[in-house]
């Protein structure tokens, strides 16, 4: 029985949570993209090894993972507008917190933990309210709010570095702390969808649907862990996460390390930033297109990005480290465009929001152990190049448990066509009897 709509008053209203996601992606995921560029000065600071530096990065993105179990769970209890909010006020007090610079681990509780608790909480019922507002364009709705992420790190590169030049990377965290605070009004943007009864469809103009969970079934499922696919998908998200954020880490230490000017690392991750664009943007429609499905199209993806991140350490000038890192950039832009909507081939739409936070949850393993593993080979062979082999060995190994996922997916889904026709077979039989 379809419910009737007490939610948003027409399908319109779904570019405007787009756009409104659109400003998260790039307040949370372009912020965390460029902590290549306090890097050095945190490590020069502190006096400390690659390594231990790296744990700032590290905590931050075990925080953001960590924290997706809770931010859905609260997004099921509450609505995804107050646990946004609330990211938006923990990614401020954090970066307000890291400006007073009294210790090395005052630096992993603020920038780590309260910056990564607010992405967390700010990234993921974003990207449950788009999922949920779209049924037929969703990986092209999803592509477009990512990008925020791509359009905000290319103006956030050089206005990094040009804040850490005038007002050293303490104001420069203050800074992106104030910007931060525009979450709040994301949050505010984000009109929670509503249902009378127990369905969790609503109908919408323009041949799409906004889907919500159901009050009865608004609850955290953990039952999805007993599915063998869903447990193979998250060992993909263990050890994609390991390589997934090595690089965007070492790439502006890397071009240091070659004696390049000091922009030209910002304007290589620019140009990654706007090869991340055109990759998401590319994905998503390929996407919609259906000419592959979802999950054969990450296992390609994710394979050449390895093999790319495999061969990066070669270049040793401008131009052959900027193609690397463009080519890197679009098909980074590429995985990150199907990784999550892939979750609801596995789990279905109404398990999306358990699957999105446990799928985060078990990623945070891979994200905490990759970048301080990539610290600790650069520290032992005193070569960056051995963070990007690591980040391609990962990400190759990763791409297998995906076609694994997609064998299982597909053999349960010819078992169920088989039944299906057999109990067809049958009533036909007993109504000709």
């Given at each position: 029985m379809k419910s009737r709509r007490t939610g948003p008053p027409g399908g319109?209203?779904?570019?405007v949570v787009v756009t409104s996601a659109f400003f998260v992606m790039g307040l949370t995921g372009a912020v965390l993209k460029n902590y290549g560029h306090f890097f050095l000065d945190i490590q020069s600071h502190f006096g400390v090894l690659t390594s231990t530096t790296s744990w700032v990065t590290s905590t931050t993105i075990a925080m953001f993972h960590i924290g997706a179990p809770a931010a859905s769970a609260l997004s099921l209890r509450f609505s995804q507008r107050v646990v946004i909010i609330v990211g938006g006020l923990l990614c401020t007090t954090g970066m307000v917190l890291v400006s007073l610079d009294l210790s090395l681990p005052w630096l992993y509780l603020t920038m780590g933990v309260l910056e990564g608790a607010g992405f967390s909480f700010s990234w993921v019922p974003a990207v449950s309210m788009v999922s949920?507002?779209?049924?037929k364009w969703r990986p092209i709705a999803y592509a477009l709010a990512s990008s925020g992420e791509c359009v905000f790190a290319v103006v956030f590169s050089p206005l990094f570095k040009w804040l850490i030049d005038i007002y050293s990377w303490r104001g420069a965290l203050l800074i992106i702390g104030g910007l931060q605070l525009n979450l709040c009004v994301c949050g505010m943007l984000m009109r929670p969808l509503e249902t009378n009864h127990t369905?969790?469809?609503?109908?919408?103009?323009?041949g799409d649907a906004a889907e919500t969970p159901s009050k009865t079934n608004a609850t955290f499922q953990c039952s999805l862990m007993r599915k063998p696919?869903?447990?193979l998908y998250i060992l993909f998200a263990?050890?994609?996460?390991?390589g997934f954020f090595v690089p965007t880490l070492f790439l502006v230490p890397f071009a240091d390390s070659l004696g390049m000017d000091q922009y030209w690392p910002a304007s290589i991750l620019s140009g990654l930033a706007v090869a991340d664009l055109a990759g998401r943007l590319f994905c998503g429609w390929l996407t919609s297109m259906r000419l592959l499905r979802n999950l054969q199209l990450l296992t390609i993806v994710t394979s050449l990005l390895g093999v790319v991140l495999l061969l990066l350490p070669i270049s040793y000038n401008h131009w052959a480290l900027m193609g690397f890192s463009l080519l890197y950039g679009f098909l980074f832009g590429c995985m990150v465009a199907i990784h999550v909507t892939s979750i609801v081939d596995i789990v279905s739409l109404e398990g999306f929001d358990s699957g999105l936070g446990l799928f985060m949850l078990f990623r945070s393993i891979?994200?905490?152990i990759g970048p301080p593993a990539g610290g600790w080979l650069v520290d032992q062979n005193k070569d960056y190049s051995s963070a990007f082999y690591l980040s391609g060995f990962c990400l190759i190994s990763s791409a297998v448990f995906v076609v694994l996922v997609d064998c299982l997916i597909q053999r349960k889904n010819s078992g169920d066509h088989q039944t299906v026709h057999q109990q067809t077979g049958n009533a036909l039989r007993d109504a000709a009897a």
């Amino acid at each position: 029985m379809k419910s009737r709509r007490t939610g948003p008053p027409g399908g319109v209203y779904g570019w405007v949570v787009v756009t409104s996601a659109f400003f998260v992606m790039g307040l949370t995921g372009a912020v965390l993209k460029n902590y290549g560029h306090f890097f050095l000065d945190i490590q020069s600071h502190f006096g400390v090894l690659t390594s231990t530096t790296s744990w700032v990065t590290s905590t931050t993105i075990a925080m953001f993972h960590i924290g997706a179990p809770a931010a859905s769970a609260l997004s099921l209890r509450f609505s995804q507008r107050v646990v946004i909010i609330v990211g938006g006020l923990l990614c401020t007090t954090g970066m307000v917190l890291v400006s007073l610079d009294l210790s090395l681990p005052w630096l992993y509780l603020t920038m780590g933990v309260l910056e990564g608790a607010g992405f967390s909480f700010s990234w993921v019922p974003a990207v449950s309210m788009v999922s949920h507002y779209f049924t037929k364009w969703r990986p092209i709705a999803y592509a477009l709010a990512s990008s925020g992420e791509c359009v905000f790190a290319v103006v956030f590169s050089p206005l990094f570095k040009w804040l850490i030049d005038i007002y050293s990377w303490r104001g420069a965290l203050l800074i992106i702390g104030g910007l931060q605070l525009n979450l709040c009004v994301c949050g505010m943007l984000m009109r929670p969808l509503e249902t009378n009864h127990t369905t969790s469809q609503i109908d919408r103009p323009g041949g799409d649907a906004a889907e919500t969970p159901s009050k009865t079934n608004a609850t955290f499922q953990c039952s999805l862990m007993r599915k063998p696919e869903f447990l193979l998908y998250i060992l993909f998200a263990i050890l994609a996460a390991a390589g997934f954020f090595v690089p965007t880490l070492f790439l502006v230490p890397f071009a240091d390390s070659l004696g390049m000017d000091q922009y030209w690392p910002a304007s290589i991750l620019s140009g990654l930033a706007v090869a991340d664009l055109a990759g998401r943007l590319f994905c998503g429609w390929l996407t919609s297109m259906r000419l592959l499905r979802n999950l054969q199209l990450l296992t390609i993806v994710t394979s050449l990005l390895g093999v790319v991140l495999l061969l990066l350490p070669i270049s040793y000038n401008h131009w052959a480290l900027m193609g690397f890192s463009l080519l890197y950039g679009f098909l980074f832009g590429c995985m990150v465009a199907i990784h999550v909507t892939s979750i609801v081939d596995i789990v279905s739409l109404e398990g999306f929001d358990s699957g999105l936070g446990l799928f985060m949850l078990f990623r945070s393993i891979g994200g905490f152990i990759g970048p301080p593993a990539g610290g600790w080979l650069v520290d032992q062979n005193k070569d960056y190049s051995s963070a990007f082999y690591l980040s391609g060995f990962c990400l190759i190994s990763s791409a297998v448990f995906v076609v694994l996922v997609d064998c299982l997916i597909q053999r349960k889904n010819s078992g169920d066509h088989q039944t299906v026709h057999q109990q067809t077979g049958n009533a036909l039989r007993d109504a000709a009897a």
